[in-house]
T-cell receptor, first 114, second 112 residues
């Protein structure tokens, strides 16, 4: 059972456009929602993360929108650049004092065309 | 560079064999997490250790085991290897048990 569902599987955007990747979750115990960026041959790198007490978080060109009632969150990449071409993973976790388990989406391969 | 190191970078072995993957966390990080990344399964959480103790277990097969040593490095042992175990294995580390994770470069395991 996929705890975090991510869409689309792949995305092609023109340079300067907006890239939008969506994720949905079921477990209401999740309280930490990070996005990771992965380039070929590299490990995932934390891009931006949000906790459910806020509806939006912005860092530079990257914005997370969070809808707690719909159990959905999304990543928006403004002014997309060819250097943003990578695979993006959303994830969800429930931080507990006993340890936490991260559940990842299946990834979105983003291609930004110059 | 995340500061997390993993060795070896590549590993090629045969079915039925046993291998050990090694991870050194960032300086000061007490938590180590192991993940398996395959084309059809995505990133799958395997296990989490905090300061030497197992804290959370995910989809880790009984043929796999891990431990974290007093110097905080961790090893993932994979035994009775099958073709389907071919994948990228990542470790990640974090300061505590509930902080952002930083991923290493991964070990690519190929089972022939």
């Amino acid at each position: 059972q996929q705890q975090v569902k991510q869409s689309p599987q792949s995305l092609i955007v023109q340079k300067g456009g907006i890239s939008i990747i969506n994720c949905a979750y079921e477990n209401t115990a999740f309280d930490y929602f990070p996005w990771y960026q992965q380039f070929p041959g590299k490990g995932p790198a934390l891009l931006i993360a949000i906790r459910p007490d806020v509806s939006e978080k912005k860092e530079g060109r990257f914005t997370i929108s969070f809808n707690k009632s719909a159990k959905q969150f999304s990543l928006h990449i403004m002014d997309s650049q060819p250097g943003d071409s990578a695979t993006y993973f959303c994830a969800a976790s429930s931080f507990r004092s006993t340890g936490n388990q991260f559940y990842f989406g299946t990834g979105t391969s983003l291609t930004v065309i110059p | 560079d995340s500061g997390v190191t993993q060795t070896p970078k590549h590993l090629i072995t045969a079915t039925g064999q046993r291998v050990t993957l090694r991870c050194s966390p960032r300086s000061g990080d007490l938590s180590v997490y192991w993940y398996q990344q395959s084309l059809d399964q995505g990133l799958q959480f395997l296990i989490h250790y905090y300061n030497g103790e197992e804290r959370a277990k995910g989809n880790i097969l009984e043929r796999f085991s891990a431990q974290q040593f007093p110097d905080l490095h961790s090893e993932l042992n994979l035994s009775s290897l099958e073709l389907g175990d071919s994948a990228l294995y990542f470790c990640a580390s974090s300061v505590g048990a509930n902080n952002e994770q930083f991923f290493g470069p991964g070990t690519r395991l190929t089972v022939l």
